[in-house]
């Protein structure tokens, strides 16, 4: 198998599958409809509106038919706002989930695997705030379904670098090294890059990375970045979404958060649980990427990978069920179907086999009364 390639077994598999179903289950309760978008896709319509990350974590290959180049998905996100633009043509909110495989060049962590399973819904066509709202809920409420009890929400808003850099027209040519920088938080580098800025700009950016910590950062934020109306209105969606998370999640915020900086155009957040130091789940406003499509739309959701999240689970408890005979006598055939109907697992032993699985444990086996003429239940001390 090739380097973070492998196979799910069993009790893993059934985690995974488990999560799915209740995750999409609980989107469908919120007006979610499902989407299945194809394992690959030209390269040109993968990658609009996705940054240079997703670029560098696709793989691509030639089309036999077309000649021309595919890339097989990295990130669901971009080929769902695609769906939303070109095919459904609504006008009004459309509210759309996925889950399925994606493929990465190379794994996002020492541990990570490159085919995450992911999951994740998405809101098409409301601007205001309430839509990223609904999806903080979401993805708090599908962490819940798994079972995460303590799970802390980063809240981070590109509008604020982008504001900084907006500022200044020497710090916006250095755009993608301020960016990484930030990402490093790497101050003594930022400080270098920064030394022949206009003085706001730099005091502005070297702020960033110290600007992280409870909701209190936010005042902090209003004293020590530039008093302009797109930082301020930044702030205080960022205000308002922590509010809403509150009672529900521990609150942080992340100026210089930029981890996930690819297609986002407001709010940002990421989950975290204990024992896992990256995100759970990511998710944020990204409201340009529909127009790579030609038609603009408002964008906000989230994603997680199942696969990672099931790792993180312990293993589910072995599924209570019935041996059964192998046999064509319509009472056997009869009485198997009433117990599958009833939803027990009746696992039918095949001629000079013993049963062998990971995933089932058979307590009970279906036998012949004393008769010999009723099938009956007997348990397996
Ligand atoms: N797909 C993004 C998260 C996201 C979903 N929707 C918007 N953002 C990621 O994997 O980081």
Not at 28 to 47: A, D, F, I, N, T
Request: glycine content about 8%; overall charge negative.
């Amino acid at each position: 198998m090739p380097e973070h390639i492998a196979d799910v077994l069993p009790s893993e598999a059934r985690k995974i599958e488990e999560l799915r179903r209740q995750m999409l289950d609980n989107f469908r309760l919120y007006g979610y409809e499902l989407v299945m978008p194809p394992l690959l896709e030209y390269v040109e319509s993968l990658l609009a509106g996705a940054g240079q990350d997703t670029d560098l974590r696709t793989f691509k290959l030639v089309d036999q038919i077309s000649g021309r180049m595919l890339g097989l998905r990295a990130d669901m996100t971009t080929q769902v706002a695609r769906i939303d633009a070109h095919l459904l043509n609504r006008n009004s909110v459309t509210r759309l989930c996925y889950a399925g495989s994606v493929l990465h060049t190379r794994p996002s962590g020492l541990h990570a695997t490159r085919e995450p399973v992911q999951i994740g819904a998405e809101i098409y066509g409301h601007a205001g705030l309430e839509a990223d709202a609904e999806i903080q809920e979401l993805a708090l409420a599908s962490l819940a379904l798994a079972g995460f009890t303590e799970v802390r929400l980063d809240l981070a808003h590109v509008g604020v670098l982008r504001a900084i850099l907006e500022l200044d027209k020497a710090a916006e040519k250095d755009h993608i090294t301020i960016v990484q920088l930030l990402r490093a938080k790497d101050v003594p580098g930022l400080r270098e890059l920064t030394a022949h800025y206009a003085p706001t700009t730099r005091d502005a950016l070297l702020a960033l990375p110290h600007l992280y910590g409870d909701v209190d950062v936010l005042k902090r934020a209003r004293a020590e970045l530039p008093d302009v109306p797109a930082i301020a209105k930044a702030l205080a969606e960022l205000a308002a979404l922590s509010a809403s998370a509150i009672g529900r999640a521990d609150v942080a915020i992340d100026l210089a958060d930029l981890r996930g900086y690819q297609y986002e155009s407001g709010a940002m957040f990421a989950l975290y649980v204990p024992g896992l130091p990256n995100a759970v789940a990511r998710g944020g406003r990204y409201d340009h990427v529909g127009e790579a499509f030609g038609r603009a739309r408002p964008a906000t959701g989230f994603s997680l990978d199942l696969r990672e999240l099931a790792r993180l689970l312990p293993t589910a408890e072995r599924k209570h069920s019935i041996r059964a005979p192998w046999g064509n006598a319509p009472e056997l055939k009869e009485k198997i179907a009433e117990l599958r109907k009833s939803g027990e697992v009746v696992i039918q032993s095949m001629p000079g086999h013993s049963n062998e699985q990971d995933e089932f444990e058979c307590d009970r086996a279906l036998v012949l009364d004393d008769n010999g003429s009723n099938w009956i239940l007997k348990n397996l001390g």
